[in-house]
């Protein structure tokens, strides 16, 4: 029987994307000769995992680890909202939240070195996700995710789709409610000094250009213009609203019992300090590709004329 070599693994890997442990199966079986394992290979897997990588994954769940003052938070995507239910899907993301906890991986592609086995892929986490694109037929892949350590945690997970770490010091049950009001209020940051520059930048253009219109409409209609003074306090007025609505110690704590109370208050209250929070949700940012099926036909047929 001819020895299966490192060299060979690779170059059939190459060639077919499929994971390591099954292009080593499948060179073992075919007894070391190349075309007989690569037929195997698109037999078992088909071509799926090359073709499917270029396609988007806006889809997905969001899963968490978390153990004492140790944990973390992932988002890993699928194309569609079907295979983000799938139970080996969730079991690999699952997985993939807890490796993460344990070794602290730089980036996702350290994270998919770490080693792992599901589903008869392996041995490390990429294996398994190409193995998993492979059988399933659909893209799916490590977006982000973040390593958490040294403070008291609590998380909080709405469905898969909605994550919350909360890093805080003091009483549990408040952080947990902290999390499940992050999760439903979406702020940006733990109080208003912490709101990046950029979007205070881009409210304050945002009220400025809403002054000038204001100004506008009021010379059209043959009133005086508001005076310097006033516009500037109105546009400073609009910023301080847009940071009490996006800073978390500022909105209106979603349990309050008086619909007035703020989550500051509350914390307060419990003698409860927020260090951080980081919330992910599904596809943030991701832009999703709308498919137009008369156009796809009408370049098909136009496509058939041509030839």
């Not at 988002?75 to 993939?96: C, G, L, P, R, Y």
């Not at 209609?221 to 400073?236: H, M, N, V, Y």
């Amino acid at each position: 029987m001819a020895a299966i070599t490192a060299s060979m693994v690779a170059e059939l890997r190459a060639k077919t994307d499929a994971p390591m442990m099954e292009c080593k199966k499948a060179l073992t079986e075919a007894e070391g000769d190349m075309a007989k394992a690569e037929e195997l290979l698109r037999v078992k897997l088909g071509t799926k995992a090359g073709k499917a990588a270029s396609r988007v994954t806006a889809e997905g769940v969001i899963a968490a680890s978390i153990e004492g003052q140790r944990g973390a938070m992932i988002e890993v995507n699928s194309e569609t909202d079907f295979v983000s239910k799938n139970d080996s899907f969730i079991a690999m993301a699952n997985a993939a939240a807890k490796l993460v906890a344990e070794h602290k991986p730089a980036d996702v592609d350290a994270l998919g070195q770490l080693a792992y086995e599901q589903d008869g892929f392996g041995p490390t986490l990429e294996d398994v996700r190409k193995g998993l694109i492979g059988k399933i037929g659909e893209n799916m892949s490590f977006r982000r995710f973040k390593h958490f350590e040294g403070t008291q945690l609590a998380h909080y997970l709405h469905g898969t789709r909605i994550g919350v770490v909360v890093q805080y010091e003091g009483d549990a049950t408040a952080a947990k409610d902290v999390a499940m009001h992050v999760a439903a209020m979406k702020p940006v940051s733990v109080t208003s000094a912490d709101v990046p520059a950029e979007l205070i930048a881009k409210e304050r253009a945002v009220a400025e250009g809403k002054a000038d219109e204001a100004n506008k409409e009021l010379i059209a209609a043959g009133k005086p213009a508001q005076s310097a003074e006033i516009t500037a306090k109105r546009i400073d007025g609009a910023v301080q609203k847009y940071l009490k609505e996006v800073s978390l110690s500022d909105q209106v704590f979603v349990k309050a019992a008086d619909g007035k109370q703020t989550v500051g208050q509350m914390l307060k209250d419990k003698a409860t300090r927020v260090l951080g929070f980081t919330l992910y949700v599904v596809g943030e940012g991701i832009e999703k590709k709308t498919d137009d099926f008369a156009a796809e036909v009408a370049a098909q047929v136009a496509a058939a004329k041509a030839g």
